[in-house]
């Protein structure tokens, strides 16, 4: 069992960053490939960034690659993204995903989740 719980998120305005934390509970966070995912208010939740368990590999949807970096630190049971150059389109709750060992690109790959939290980008 992991338990997720993300930080991060507020509102600011386009061009500015964030970074968003997610911090796990629970046993052998190393065995876990994370991801962020996003969901905006009437679409459905979509695939932003995943790393791969001792995080020798990171992978980004295409809208986000160039601006958004993925890291973790598995001694403090922790994945981060950080957002550059944000856009409006960026507007939506983000959300930090854990899946035992394989790596995985869609929401029903990922066994555990956190609630969520807000990014909102002005124009």
């Known amino acids: 069992q992991v338990h997720l719980v993300e930080s991060g998120g507020g509102l600011v305005q386009a061009g500015a960053s964030l970074r968003l934390s997610c911090a796990a509970s629970g046993r052998a966070f190393s065995s876990y490939t994370m991801g962020w995912f996003r969901q905006a208010p009437g679409k459905e939740r979509e695939f932003v960034s995943a790393?791969?368990?001792?995080?020798?590999?990171?992978y980004y949807a295409d809208s986000v690659k160039g601006r958004f970096t993925i890291s973790r630190d598995n001694a403090r049971n922790t994945v981060y993204l950080q957002m550059n150059s944000l856009k409006p389109e960026d507007t939506a709750v983000y959300y930090c995903?854990?899946?035992?060992?394989?790596?995985?690109?869609?929401?029903?790959?990922?066994?555990?989740w956190g609630q969520g939290t807000q990014v909102t980008v002005s124009s």
């Open positions: 790393i791969t368990r001792l995080g020798g590999d990171t």
């Open positions: 995903a854990a899946r035992l060992l394989l790596l995985g690109f869609t929401p029903n790959e990922y066994q555990y």
